[in-house]
């Protein structure tokens, strides 16, 4: 678990802002804008699992459609491998929170469907190798057997587990996850975490895994990046040293573990406070933010998510 | 409603704790533990039977009515007008064994066939036009409306007018009233695609035209054929409104002349056939929209 240091970065982000253009409405016939991001910048090695904490509202999504392409910076730069982003690429994989499976197709099918494309060599797999692959992915995510099982079939975990498996089968270097596991219920959200690191020492991509919880950004990271409340500044990174773990002790009620948690928790309390006393809440992916809109009173909206 | 309360506590291995009352035998079936085994195969099929025969009771008693109430209950000149059912199918077999009924059907057929499978076509690519390009949909929209609310045999003199009285006229008048069903819902289905999916698709790196083909069409399917299936029910209708106006043949012919002939089981055989042939083209076209939404069954008894 050591950090490559040295050479360039993976991931690089070079004071990135983003402003929504929060739509006009009666009080406002003109809009406003509303800066989600300010002046983020980061570096990611190559094979790092970094974790990202912060209130709501604080831009969290937002810097993961832009690390993916879905949208651009408005200043700044977004770099992988010394390239600049301008788009989606096969290089990175997103990872959402609601799954979004295919539901027309079955687990084999929604994983093989990043790989009907043209692939990064130019060639197009056959039907079987794409039917290969798919199983092999489902292996490692563990779902051997569920290959031709609908999405509407699997239970909550294995749905993220085929996303997952769908993510990693046109082999990107680096893994965006959107609070993959939020949705899960607490027991199969423990059992994914472990998945996950294990997937992760097993492929060596590099991950970037948003969430808000703060055992599992200290549990997960080797860094953990905590964002301001809005305007998402980087507000500080927290180096997580856990030490080696043996994999089946309490990581979590380790003296170490609390320590580093303790400090990650200290580090979001007041942007958690200054985020409910604005009413921050998500911003949307249209870039609306309903605490934004004149016409509510402040504070009505609960970021009890947060933290 | 007393038979399906029946069947039910027979499926339900609590029968015992149900009341018992009206329940009788089913329920004192299942409490003997011995006799559990081959009695439940002989109940499941009793209990088939039993809703089979419930199901189609109305039916037969409809039939009954038909066959008994003309020579029983009506009066001499009614029953030349309502003919007992046996006279009916008498006349039906008389037009099949001389093949009128195969050349009506026939010309019936290919008429709702044709005008049918244009409007499936078009409407489904003007639907994904318009679904797609917010400023066509603008555009286009009002215009649609006025037209869909303007119903098609309101339409049809018109039709006569510019195309004649021949097929094309009739082809053009069930291709309109089957239009606006399949457009309306494409538009809706393909509205209706999951945002989050089509994020996920253009995280993958999808273009435009791949997005389409790979996720926004086969998601749209089914509310698609919702309205397909619509089409094919008012394609037959506007047929048969179009043949008894004007037409040298089909089916709407078939029951205008035969009135007209005073062949009146003639024209009950040719109503019979159009409720078989309307049940027919529906159970297909159910079964096609089955077909293609399997993977939506699930939806409503499972959120996420």
Redesign the interface.
């Known amino acids: 678990m050591t950090r490559v240091t040295g050479q360039t970065p993976k991931i690089s982000l070079r004071n990135v802002g983003k402003q929504f253009t929060v739509r006009a409405s009666k009080d406002q016939p003109e809009g406003t804008t509303l800066t989600a991001l300010e002046g983020i910048t980061l570096d990611v090695a190559a094979g790092e699992f970094i974790t990202l904490v912060g209130p709501s509202g604080s831009g969290k999504t937002t810097l993961l459609d832009l690390l993916?392409?879905?949208t651009r910076p408005d200043t700044g730069q977004i770099l992988v491998d010394g390239k600049e982003v301008t788009?989606?690429?096969?290089d990175?994989?997103?990872v959402?929170q609601?799954?979004?499976l295919?539901?027309?197709?079955t687990a084999a099918a929604n994983v093989a469907?990043?790989l009907?494309?043209t692939g990064s060599e130019g060639r197009r797999l056959n039907r079987k190798e794409r039917a290969d692959k798919a199983r092999h992915y489902l292996e490692l995510v563990g779902l051997s057997g569920f290959e031709d099982r609908?999405?509407?079939?699997l239970s909550?975990g294995m749905?993220q587990r085929v996303a997952i498996a769908r993510s990693l089968a046109?082999e990107p270097d680096v893994l965006l996850m959107d609070e993959p596991f939020a949705?899960l219920d607490a027991q199969t959200r423990e059992q994914l975490q472990e998945e996950l690191l294990r997937i992760w020492r097993a492929t060596g991509k590099t991950i970037i895994f948003i969430t808000h919880g703060i055992d599992e950004a200290v549990y997960l990271g080797q860094r953990v990046a905590v964002l301001s409340s809005r305007p998402g500044r980087l507000k500080q990174i927290v180096d997580i040293d856990l030490g080696e773990r043996s994999g089946d002790g309490d990581v979590r009620s380790d003296a170490v573990f609390v320590e580093h948690r303790h400090k990650v928790w200290s580090l979001l309390h007041d942007e958690v406070r200054k985020a409910q006393d604005a009413g921050h809440a998500k911003i949307r992916?249209d870039g609306f933010a309903p605490d934004e809109a004149p016409q509510l009173s402040k504070g009505q909206i609960s970021t009890g998510r947060a933290a | 409603m007393t038979a399906p309360t029946l069947t039910k506590d027979a499926v339900a291995p609590a029968a015992s704790a149900a009341p018992t009352a009206d329940a009788g035998w089913t329920a004192g079936a299942a409490r003997s533990p011995a006799a559990r085994h081959l009695p439940s195969l002989v109940r499941a099929i009793a209990r088939k039977a039993g809703r089979g025969i419930w199901a189609s009771g109305a039916i037969v008693l409809f039939l009954l009515l038909w066959e008994l109430g003309p020579t029983y209950l009506a009066s001499a000149s009614t029953r030349v007008f309502l003919p007992p059912l046996h006279e009916v199918l008498r006349a039906l077999g008389t037009l099949i064994d001389k093949g009128q009924l195969q050349n009506h059907l026939a010309a019936s057929l290919t008429r709702s066939a044709s005008g049918f499978g244009i409007a499936v076509v078009s409407a489904v690519a003007l639907g994904l036009l318009v679904a797609w390009y917010r400023s066509l949909d603008r555009f286009l929209n009002p215009l649609l409306e006025v037209f869909r609310n303007t119903a098609a045999l309101a339409l049809l003199p018109v039709f006569t007018l510019l195309l004649g009285i021949g097929e094309t006229s009739k082809i053009s008048i069930v291709a309109y009233a089957a239009f606006f069903p399949v457009l309306l819902n494409t538009i809706a289905g393909v509205r209706t695609v999951d945002p989050l999916l089509i994020r996920a698709a253009r995280s993958l790196g999808l273009s435009n035209f791949r997005l389409f083909q790979k996720v926004i069409l086969p998601s749209a399917v089914p509310t698609i054929f919702t309205g397909i299936r619509m089409a094919g029910t008012s394609s037959i209708l506007v047929l048969i409104a179009a043949e008894m106006v004007g037409a040298k043949a089909g089916l709407g012919y078939l029951i205008v002349n035969s009135q007209m002939s005073f062949l009146i089981p003639d024209m009950y055989a040719g109503i019979l056939t159009v409720s078989l042939l309307g049940l027919l083209v529906n159970y297909l076209l159910v079964a096609v929209e089955r077909h293609f939404s399997r993977w939506r069954t699930a939806v409503g008894s499972q959120s996420n």
């Open positions: 993916a392409g879905l788009g989606p690429g096969r990175r994989a997103v959402f609601q799954y979004a295919f539901p027309w197709r469907f990043g009907e494309g609908y999405p509407h079939e909550g749905k046109y949705a992916p």
